[in-house]
């Protein structure tokens, strides 16, 4: 089995997001290399059984026995986990899978020296097609992000930006999906109210965006010149098009990533 990353792995919190990034390491690693913990004794025996990875029964041994550590707990739990792991944290790469919780607030507990990546993942990364950030923190070398890199391209594509641009890339590709499931949401009852089954027009609608978005990453174009390859002069497309904009289509979504963007800044600075 090829080796995606030579290093010991481990996982704290097997819930939605670390469960994914488990089942996509035990496909692409050694699983006697892939450790994990959770405070749920039977979510994680369940996670060891499901993935065949090793579970170990405090957060101490797992210190111990990895090189780089996945917190994938809730932002709350982030300061508990790391309390509890720091007097054992020696040359281990950290990474926090928490949104919200900033490099800032993982250095006050475990200090300024230890390397830390922060890192942004989506809920399509639970089939393979998320959009990952990773942030490094100035201890980080390329060594460190080039093993992250590889740990989270298991779960679609990774972009690599400064922390100060998460809270954009929070409101863009953390949220959204939300966004997108309501255009799809938006586009089958538009075809249902057309005559067509609520069934097919969910397939016509999700393929449609899906095939959409997948060539704009395949093309490399510009929306705007690909959306021109579709709108016909005269045509229905435009039609439509005018109605949206008309609408202003293009400021509201606008206006909801900047709202989003905001509040994930507020949040931060409550964290």
Do not use: W
Request: aromatic share 2%; glycine share 10%; hydrophobic share 45%.
């Amino acid at each position: 089995m090829q080796q995606t990353v030579n290093k010991r792995i481990a996982c704290i919190g097997v819930g939605n997001m670390g469960g994914a990034i488990l089942s996509r390491l035990a496909s692409a690693q050694s699983t006697e290399m892939i450790y994990c913990y959770d405070i749920d004794a039977e979510k994680q025996a369940a996670a060891v059984k499901l993935y065949g990875i090793q579970g170990v029964s405090t957060i101490n041994d797992l210190t111990e026995k990895s090189d780089i550590i996945i917190i994938a707990v809730k932002p709350d739990g982030v300061k508990k986990v790391l309390t509890e792991a720091r007097d054992r944290i020696r040359n281990q790469t950290i990474i926090s899978i928490a949104a919200g919780v900033s490099i800032e607030s993982i250095t006050a507990v475990i200090g300024p020296d230890k390397k830390i990546l922060r890192v942004m993942p989506n809920t399509p990364a639970k089939i393979g097609e998320g959009m990952i950030v990773i942030s490094p923190h100035d201890t980080v070398g390329s060594d460190e992000i080039r093993e992250a890199t590889d740990i989270f391209g298991l779960l679609g594509r990774v972009a690599v930006l400064p922390e100060r641009m998460m809270d954009a890339v929070t409101a863009v590709s953390g949220s959204g999906p939300a966004y997108v499931f309501m255009l799809i949401q938006a586009m089958t009852d538009g075809a249902v109210k057309m005559g067509i089954p609520r069934k097919t027009a969910l397939e016509l609608a999700a393929q449609t965006a899906a095939g959409a978005a997948r060539l704009v990453l395949e093309a490399g174009a510009d929306p705007i010149e690909l959306r021109g390859q579709v709108t016909s002069p005269g045509g229905t497309t435009i039609d439509a098009v005018h109605v949206l904009e008309r609408a202003g289509f293009s400021g509201i979504v606008m206006d909801a990533i900047e709202a989003a963007a905001k509040k994930s800044e507020a949040l931060g600075r409550k964290s």
